[in-house]
């Protein structure tokens, strides 16, 4: 782009400029302040030459660097069990880059903390997902693994190690406790874990996920069920699997795709737990046809 070149005499005559803008023009740099101003762009230079190249687009283009960008910032933590034997064994199969799978965390049998994938970056743990209008799980969680079988219970040591996590990773992002998940919840018919032996009622205690105790108040005559379900988050492309996500989750006891009236009363007491976290006030899902 052509710039024209600026009147030496125009500084003099100029009117001031209105307060309501900032202008964008040259800071003039005391020359006490120039040697470490140098100093820092020769380090952002050697810097930027030692970074992998950018993504681009096919087509051709210029690029201009800017400053102004940040990296993801997740929305989410998505729970998950192995199925394995052993912590090393899941390792293994989580860096196998011919399996394609991954977390950003395994806690081990022992309350040992591996990392595997940079917080910031999206990590291959939860594959088809859904969780309201989030079709992609991958890109906006944190997964973090939990060395299981599927078929045992989870040690102490183990969920006392997954609390700590939790709680940096959730004052770090500022995460509403309705944002802790299970697998089953975001792939429900494909996923089944966290078993039903695990403490989701642990975590909710301390602010990890929702939870309602027995007895839970009536839902009201006109509470649709398939609706509250909806609305707490259950993709309904298979209503049977998002019934039994939700009671693997929530009821434990009965993992049945029947919603019994108590699981009901549950599934009202949910929602309306989240909206009083979210300052909504009363909320009663209807049919909207309703039929």
Known sequence: M????????????APPESSGRRRLGRRRIPAAARPARI??????LGLTACAPAPSRIGYPAEWVGS???????????????????????????LTDPLREVSAHYLVGRDGRIYQLVDERHRAW????????ADADLNSSSIGI????????PF??????????????????????????????????????????????????????????????PSAPADFDARVGLQALGYDLGNRDAAVHAFKLHFVQTDVSTTLTPSDRDLLYCLLQDRARDEGAGAVT????TGS
């Open 145 to 152: 693994e939990l060395d299981n079988d599927g078929d045992e």
């Open 67 to 93: 400053p102004n960008f940040n990296e993801r910032r997740p929305s989410y933590v998505v729970l998950h069990h192995t199925s394995d034997g052993s912590a090393d064994e899941a390792l293994r199969t």
């Open 39 to 44: 100093g820092a762009y020769a380090l952002a």
């Open 285 to 288: 899902p209807k049919d909207p």
């Open 155 to 216: 040690p102490a040591a183990q969920i006392g190690a997954l609390l700590g996590l939790l709680a940096d990773i959730k004052a770090r992002y500022r995460l509403p406790r309705a944002n802790f998940l299970g697998h089953a919840d975001v792939a429900p018919g494909r996923k089944v874990d966290p078993s039903a032996r695990f403490p989701w009622r642990v975590l909710a205690q301390q602010g990890f996920g929702l939870w309602c105790d027995p007895p839970y």
């Open 2 to 13: 052509h710039r024209a070149r600026p009147d030496p005499n125009a500084a003099a005559t």
């Open 125 to 132: 743990h939860a594959g088809r997902s859904r969780w309201g």
